[in-house]
């Protein structure tokens, strides 16, 4: 009978294991998607950081990132995951005290663009906002730069 139950144990926590390695090689690697930006960036831009867009499989609907930007310096997000298209992945840009400046997603026209400019009317802090809207893939990634 003791025999039983152990066998029975083993079996149930080897089905979980065995469950969970979906999970496990199923991580975000947004390294391939920020090296496709840097590679169009335009001329004269200059790198400032890269986001890691990790929805860990759709745990997180929202990811958020700040930074302080420079008064009449240009900035420029971009974004990039597997869709072409970049459907599902929206960038919201807030000022210090979170008034949203812009968006790449166009809710008129149903259109995900691959990103934003800015030129900063005021010093401080900015907040980045990721989501994912009606994605299936919560992997992406976004690198901001400085406009000359």
């Known amino acids: 009978m003791n025999m039983k139950k ?8 080897a089905g979980f294991y065995f469950l ?14 920020t090296e496709k ?13 890269s986001y890691k867009i990790d929805g860990e499989g759709g745990k997180k ?9 420079r008064q009449n310096s240009t900035y420029i997000i971009n974004i990039s995951n597997k ?20 968006s790449s997603y166009d ?6 663009r691959p990103g934003l400019g800015y030129t900063c009317s005021a010093t401080g802090v900015y907040y980045l906002t990721f989501s994912f809207e009606g994605s299936k893939d919560y992997c992406a990634a976004a690198v901001l730069v400085l406009k000359k």
């Not at 152990?6 to 926590?13: A, N, Q, Y």
């Not at 609907?61 to 930007?69: G, L, R, V």
């Open 6 to 13: 152990i066998l029975c144990t083993l079996v149930v926590l």
């Open 20 to 33: 969970s390695l979906p999970a496990a090689f199923a991580q975000c690697d947004a390294e391939k998607y």
């Open 37 to 49: 930006i840097i590679s169009t960036l335009p001329d004269g831009a200059t790198f400032l950081k």
């Open 61 to 69: 609907d929202k990811i958020e990132f700040t930074y302080i930007f």
């Open 83 to 102: 869709d072409p298209e970049l459907k599902g992945i929206v960038l919201n840009l807030y000022d210090a005290n979170r008034n949203l400046i812009g």
């Open 107 to 112: 809710a008129g026209s149903i259109k995900f």
